[in-house]
């Protein structure tokens, strides 16, 4: 399986700042990765999908970039309604694996 | 729009089988795409289990393939999850999602529902 380690656990930032979010792939993956917000309560929405492209009605704040089999996720300027668990999910090849979460809360 | 509801028991006991329905509106799951079961335990993490086509093949996670079976009933639109041998280790949320709209991906999810596996 593709192991897909997501750093880090835990952050708290201000509202305006700039957030980002790593994954590590344990092998290549291409483009084959999606970012998800899951809000307490309710179920995971998709970001980003393609490692850079943003779902519909996403926010342009959220953005989606790679280097090698490194992944980012970054909020440009951190909002009230961001805070959640922000997971990776490596589509390349099953059994699909997520990242282990990132809990995101506001200072 | 598509939507997905979980429904199923919220206990069951160790060594007896999970079983839970996925049912869909606003699509017709035999139209296209794939229809997964993903469980998220507690402390978070997340794991895909398999998924049932739009043609009625499978693929399961080999985690879990002795154990697990997606079946689906077309006339009603449902799809379903069984996991047998359940333990403690399987209390977690259950929910259906679908890769609609985005191929490869999980756009559409159901609410989740919350199964504890205790006696």
Redesign the interface.
Known sequence: ?IQMTQSPASLSASLEEIVTITCQASQDIGN?L?W?QQKPG???Q?LI?GATSL?DGVPSRFSGSRSGTQYSLKISRLQVEDPG?Y?C?Q?YS?????G??T?LELK | EIQLQESGPGLVKPSQSLSLTCSVTGYTITSGYDWSWIRKFPGNKMEWMGYISYSGSTNYNPSLKSRISITRDTSKNQFFLQLNSVTTEDTATYYCASNYGYPNWFAYWGQGTLVTVSS
């Open positions: 399986d084959w999606a998800y309710k179920s995971p998709l999908y779902a668990i997971y999910l589509g099953a059994p699909w694996t997520f282990g979460g809990k």
